[in-house]
C-alpha cells in the first residue's frame, strides 16, 4: 500500500533574520547559526540539524559581475518512530537560489528510512531560504521467510597428530558473514535490514515462536550481509586424525602421529533447520537475517558436525558408518517433507547440497595421501594451489614445529594485519528452499520467487574485505604434540622419504576470516 505524506519543516526566517542582526553580515562559508530541528512526518519525527547560512560568491559569466548570496545548510538527519532513531542515509543538504549566468539550481535531495518489517519510506528533501520541506512515499510491507536446507555455519581445520587438537572456546570470532544473492535475471538487488541483531527467533506457521536461541546470534555487517557467530564454544574443538577417537579416514586408526595434517578429519558445522527472513516494500526487498524452524523437533537451533572425510569419499559408507551416520539421518530433514518444494526436489540434502557443503574447506579433498603440489591441497605458493587474502591471511603464528619427541606446546593464534589492500574474497553457492502453505498465495511469496528467490534458488554469498580485518584479534589456541619416537635413531622416522602434502616438521597457520577459525600449512611451501 501506498501512501504520500507531505510536511514543513522550517521556518528560519526570523530565527536568521535575529541571528544577522547581531553578528552582523558574514564572510564567505561563515555560517551564522545552528539549531536542531523535530518535525513531525508520517507516523514519526524526522530530525536535523539547521547549520545557518553562509555567503558564496559567483561571477556572472556575461557581465563578469560579482554577486553574494547565501548557501543554506542541513545535516545529521534521522528519523524517529514508535522510540527508535534510524539514520537516514544523507550527509549534508544545501540550497541556494539560482542566478542565471553566475549561478546554478542546487541539487535534489532523497533519501530513505526503513521501520523493519513495517514500511520503507522514499523521502525527498524540498530545502528554501531559510527552510526546509519534504515529502514521502511510502510502501507497507510484505513479511515472510522461506526455508534453506542449510547453512555452513562454521569451518574448523584439524592440527597434526593425534596428540593434538584446537580449541576455540574462548573465541568470539567464530562466525560466518553472508549476503543474499538475487537468483534471477532482474537487477534486484538485496540489502540488509538495520534492525535485526543478537538471538535468532523461532518460526511456524508463518508467524514467530516462544522459541529462541543464543546457540548462534547475529548481527549487521553492512548494508548487504548479516554475521552469525556460533557461541556454543563447549563444542568447538577439533582433533587431530586419531585423537579423542576421531576416526576421521581409512589411514586415522593406524600409526595416526605420522600423518601429518589430516584434513579428513577437519569438522564442518551446518545448521540444518534455517529460516531467511524477509520484508518487501513494493520492489525492493530487505534481508532481515535468519531464524530457525521450529518445525523440527531439535528446535530450536540444529547444528551438526561433520567430518570431512564423511563428505569426500575417503570414509567407506558414510550413511552407516558410526562417525558420519548421525549427520546423513539428520541431513534427511524428514520433518520438513510437509514445506512446499519444487517438482523433483525434497526437503532432504541432496548430493549437490553435500558436494557445497564440502566446498567450504579448501582442502576437502586434499586427502592423507595426496602429493606434494597436488591441486587438491591449497598452499600460499606453487606448487599446489595458492591461497588467496584476504580469506586466509598469516597469523601471528609461524614455523610451527611438528618433530618428533616435541613436547606438548601451546600457541595462542591471533590476526595479522594483510598486506593486500582492497584485496576482496567472495564464494557464492546455490540450494533449493521450501516454502510453508501459510504463504502460498501471498504477495510476498509472489514477489520473493519471481525476483530474488527465482525458481525456488537461494543463493548466497560469503564475501570478506581486507578492511574488515581486524588485526591482533584473537582466534583461538592450539596444542601441538609432535609424534611418538621410538628408538635411535627413531622407528619409523618422521617424515618419511617421500613425504605426502600433510606430512611436515613444521607449520604455518593461517586464518581463514570466513569463519574466524584457522588453518595448518606445511611451511615448505614458503
Known sequence: MLRTISAFLGRFSVVFALVTLIFGPASSRQAHCQTIVHYSLGGGTLNFDYVGAADEYCTNQETHARTEYPVYTWDNFSYTYDGVTYPLQINEVEWWRPIEFCVDAPPTYTTQ?????????????????????????????????????????????????????????SSTAVSDTQEVINSSTTSQTVTASTGFSGSLEGFLGGSETDNSSDTLTQEVQNTNSFTLTDTDTSVLTVYGPGGAGSDCGTLATEDTDYIGVDHDCDVIRVWLNPVALFSIYGDTVIWDGYG???????????????????????????????????????????????????????????????????????????????PVGSSACPTYAVPGFSLLPPQFNLSDQTDVPYQQSSPLTEYQVTTESSDMEGETSTTTKSQTYGYEDAFTGTTFLGVFSTTVGYSQTFTTSNEVENQTTTANTSIGTAYITGPACSGDPCSPAYPPASPYYGQATSFDIFTDQFYGTFAFVPSDYQ
Open 113 to 169: 528510512y526503513i521501520i523493519p518489517e513495517t514500511e520503507l519510506c522514499n523521502v525527498t528533501l524540498l530545502p528554501a531560504a531559510g527552510a526546509l520541506g519534504a515529502t514521502e512515499s511510502c510502501e507497507t510491507a510484505q513479511n515472510g521467510y522461506i526455508n534453506p536446507k542449510y547453512v555452513v555455519v562454521d569451518v574448523m581445520y584439524a592440527p597434526p597428530g593425534s596428540k593434538s587438537y584446537v580449541s576455540y572456546s
Open 292 to 370: 530457525s524452524s521450529a518445525l523440527d523437533p531439535v528446535a530450536p537451533i540444529n547444528i551438526d558436525n561433520v567430518r570431512v572425510g564423511c563428505l569426500n569419499g575417503d570414509i567407506p559408507d558414510p550413511s552407516t558408518n558410526p562417525y558420519c551416520s548421525s549427520f546423513y539421518a539428520d541431513a534427511a530433514r524428514t520433518w520438513a517433507a510437509g514445506e512446499n518444494w519444487a517438482s523433483g526436489e525434497g526437503p532432504g540434502l541432496t548430493p549437490a547440497d553435500l558436494a557445497n557443503i564440502l566446498a567450504a574447506d579448501p582442502w576437502g579433498n586434499c586427502t592423507p595421501t595426496s
